[in-house]
T-cell receptor, first 112, second 116 residues
Framework: DQQVKQNSPSLSVQEGRISILNCDYT??????FLWYKKYPAEGPTFLISISSIKDKNEDGRFTVFLNKSAKHLSLHIVPSQPGDSAVYFC???????????FGAGTTVTVRA | GAVVSQHPSRVICKSGTSVKIECRSLDFQATTMFWYRQFPKQSLMLMATSNEGSKATYEQGVEKDKFLINHASLTLSTLTVTSAHPEDSSFYIC????????????FGSGTRLTVV
């Protein structure tokens, strides 16, 4: 049972514009959310996270928004750069639970 | 920052043989290590969680006799795929976690296993 869902398998965006990646979750016990970036044949690298006590966290070009009532979070990348082309995974964990549940990923392609 | 080294990055083995994948935390003590498997265009599926010095906890549906996990030290965990078959071909990734609420979740670079 997929508890973290990324319903858009791919996203194409022009360089300089905003990329918006969406993630939905079903488990109301999740209280910490992370976004990872992954290149082919490499392990995921951490991008940004957000705790359930916040609704927004920003780090440079990356901003994550959390809507707990809707069980939805999104990652905004602005401006998008060619190096942002990768697969982005949303992940979540529950309180006192160190296991992460991952979404299926969204492949972002930034066009020049 | 935290670095996790995974080796080998790529391995091809014959059906019926065993393959060992190593995961090392280079600059921190990994009290917990996680092993994932990723099929093409799919999510990372957690296979098992291992704590140093104790037996691994396997996720439902993962054969513990087929995927042997050893976490004998705070810096090394190994995954051995025993009697490998073509359906075991996949991308295996480890992740290490140290102390603190986030410290850890540092991923290795993954191992592409191909069983022929």
């Amino acid at each position: 049972d997929q508890q973290v869902k990324q319903n858009s398998p791919s996203l194409s965006v022009q360089e300089g514009r905003i990329s918006i990646l969406n993630c939905d979750y079903t488990n109301s016990m999740f209280d910490y959310f992370l976004w990872y970036k992954k290149y082919p044949a490499e392990g995921p690298t951490f991008l940004i996270s957000i705790s359930s006590i916040k609704d927004k966290n920003e780090d440079g070009r990356f901003t994550v928004f959390l809507n707990k009532s809707a069980k939805h979070l999104s990652l905004h990348i602005v401006p998008s750069q060619p190096g942002d082309s990768a697969v982005y995974f949303c992940a979540a964990r529950g309180f006192n639970d160190y296991k992460l549940s991952f979404g299926a990923g969204t492949t972002v392609t930034v066009r020049a | 920052g935290a670095v996790v080294s995974q080796h080998p990055s790529r391995v091809i083995c014959k059906s019926g043989t065993s393959v060992k994948i190593e995961c090392r935390s280079l600059d921190f003590q990994a009290t917990t290590m996680f092993w994932y498997r990723q099929f093409p265009k799919q999510s990372l599926m957690l296979m098992a969680t291992s704590n140093e010095g104790s037996k691994a906890t396997y996720e439902q549906g993962v054969e513990k006799d087929k995927f042997l996990i050893n976490h004998a030290s705070l810096t090394l965990s190994t995954l051995t795929v025993t009697s490998a078959h073509p359906e075991d071909s996949s991308f295996y990734i480890c992740s290490a976690s140290g102390q603190g609420p986030y410290y850890g979740y540092t991923f290795g670079s993954g191992t592409r296993l191909t069983v022929v």
